[in-house]
């Protein structure tokens, strides 16, 4: 997100959580403040293997409550951010069962986990891994589901019963353009994801 008046649009829907992406090689890079910020969802800037000086002064400047790091940062760069009162949220590129087990070195350092389709480049691909790897997850952190969910995803995802799934990242099928959300499509996933439809 980085259009004030699309940010404001979608807060209204009451997400629980808006990403600010500050990796300068994405085309969604938030190079300025915008003119407004979420009030009541909570900020989450997503890094790429920046290190814990730059990270921590853009989680100042932008009141972020939530850091979400996207690249191959470190269990001891993930100790080094939690003492700044910030929550972790380690994303992990998914094909195989052993990307879900890469997770064990992250027990205790990290708030959430968020598991994404495995891609060549950094950043969204757009497609989904395949869920059921995720029947083998044995950690105790919760995780955040992400990778290529649209609006026809939503009563599929309703259903999965996956104990320790505390979140759904929606991304680019939602968008018109890049960081500028489709508010109908969430508003419609959003409904049928609160059986609100």
């Not at 990270?55 to 400047?61: D, K, M, N, Q, V």
């Not at 759904?168 to 508010?183: G, H, V, Y």
Request: aromatic share 12%; charged share 25%.
């Amino acid at each position: 997100m980085r259009n004030p008046d699309n940010i404001r649009e979608v807060e209204k829907l009451g997400p629980d959580m808006m990403g600010f992406i500050f990796y300068p090689h994405s085309m969604r890079f938030v190079s300025v403040i915008p003119a407004y910020l979420p009030r009541t969802a909570m900020r989450v800037g997503v890094f790429v293997n920046e290190d814990s000086q730059t990270i921590l002064s853009t989680a100042s400047r932008f009141s972020l409550r939530y850091l979400q790091l996207h690249g191959n940062e470190s269990p001891a760069l993930c100790r080094e951010l939690l003492s700044g009162n910030y929550g972790i949220i380690k994303a992990f590129p998914v094909k195989d069962r052993q990307d879900v087990e890469r997770t064990k070195r992250y027990e205790g350092l990290c708030d959430y986990y968020l598991f994404d389709t495995s891609s060549s480049s950094i950043g969204g691909s757009g497609k989904q891994f395949d869920w059921k790897l995720l029947e083998d997850y044995e950690g105790s952190t919760p995780f955040i589901l992400s990778g290529g969910i649209g609006v026809e995803d939503a009563e599929r995802i309703r259903e999965l019963s996956f104990p320790l799934m505390a979140g759904i990242d929606l991304n680019s099928r939602f968008e018109i353009s890049p960081a500028m959300k489709d508010t109908g499509k969430l508003k419609t996933f959003i409904n049928i994801f609160r059986n609100n439809e």
